[in-house]
């Protein structure tokens, strides 16, 4: 008889997955497609700022600041502050990369951050240990917030996904989902 996964486990495989599947969706990026975006619509990232914002805050600072407190340099605002800083910016004034090389060394020490963070959780807290995160929303067990930033990341490889189709790229449903 199989001994059941623990959540940490199921955290960590889903964490993984997640990572080697956009990996492989940045290495559909050529390099002069960095400035692409949808030509209809409006306030889209470019591909370099998907990228970007995938590789440096699609998961692993998120599960640092809710496993350690450590939230960067955002985390010392007061809350009249907080209130300001929620509003999102504008897809043009977003970071970006400057080549696919750069991002995927970004997103591999990104995984590395969530995978260390994630290993070092006590069990214990992640269904008992509730917060509310930093920038508003229900109050949630630990895991459940674990889980929404892996589900995050997820979200914007799945729109990486269909950049890659509108860009007219050969990519199908085993690349946004992977075998790993």
């Not at 998907?50 to 450590?70: E, N, W």
Request: negative net charge.
């Amino acid at each position: 008889m199989e001994t059941p996964l623990t959540l940490k486990q199921v955290l960590l495989e889903e964490t993984k997955k997640t990572y080697v599947v956009t990996e492989n969706l940045f290495r559909k990026v050529d390099n002069n497609e960095l400035n692409w975006k949808p030509n209809t619509g409006k306030n889209w990232m470019t591909v370099g700022q998907l990228l970007m914002h995938c590789a440096s805050g699609g998961c692993g600072k998120g599960v640092q600041g809710f496993l350690t407190g450590d939230w960067g340099p955002a985390g010392g605002e007061e809350p009249d502050d907080q209130e300001e800083s929620n509003h999102l910016p504008q897809a043009e004034d977003l970071p970006y990369v400057d080549n696919v090389e750069q991002a995927i060394k970004i997103l591999e020490g990104d995984k590395a951050l969530a995978m260390s963070c994630i290993s070092d959780a006590k069990e214990e807290d992640l269904l008992s240990k509730r917060l509310i995160a930093p920038w508003g929303g229900l109050e949630m067990s630990l895991f459940q917030h674990l889980l929404m930033m892996i589900a995050h990341l997820a979200q914007h490889k799945g729109q990486l996904f269909y950049y890659l189709k509108l860009m007219g790229k050969d990519v199908d449903s085993s690349d946004l989902w992977g075998e790993v």
